[in-house]
């Protein structure tokens, strides 16, 4: 984390399975290029806990990652058991205090 996100929750690092993590790669490349922007991530869900495990692009920096899901709005997707697509999460109440959204990480998102 930036030395500005000290008041960000603590996040945890996992590593996706080595035979895994090159498609899971390619996954993420290719929904990058076909929604034309500059990253993708893909999460999975599990015991509460958002896990990173690859991505594409300017946010590869979260691989790894593990959050909780009341944290992180692919919890939160995970959660109602529903999709959501979202331009602009700063103006989304349930989503514009998240800290990746108040730090500017996450700006739109895609959750399915």
């Known amino acids: 984390m930036a030395s500005s996100d000290h008041d960000a929750p603590a996040a945890t690092t996992h590593a996706a399975p080595a035979e895994h993590s090159g498609a899971l790669h390619g996954v993420c490349i290719a929904a990058a290029r076909l929604l034309r922007t500059s990253s993708a991530l893909l999460s999975l869900t599990h015991d509460n806990q958002v896990h990173v ?21 692919c919890g939160q997707v995970a959660t ?5 697509a979202v331009e602009d999460a700063t103006v989304e109440n349930d ?10 990480v996450v700006v739109s998102y895609l959750g399915v």
Do not use: W, Y
Not at 95 to 104: R, W
């Open 53 to 73: 495990v690859a991505g594409a692009g300017l946010s590869t920096t979260a691989v790894g990652l593990t959050a909780r899901h009341a944290d992180s709005i």
């Open 95 to 104: 989503l514009s205090e998240l800290i990746a959204v108040k730090t500017g």
């Open 80 to 84: 109602s058991g529903t999709t959501r």
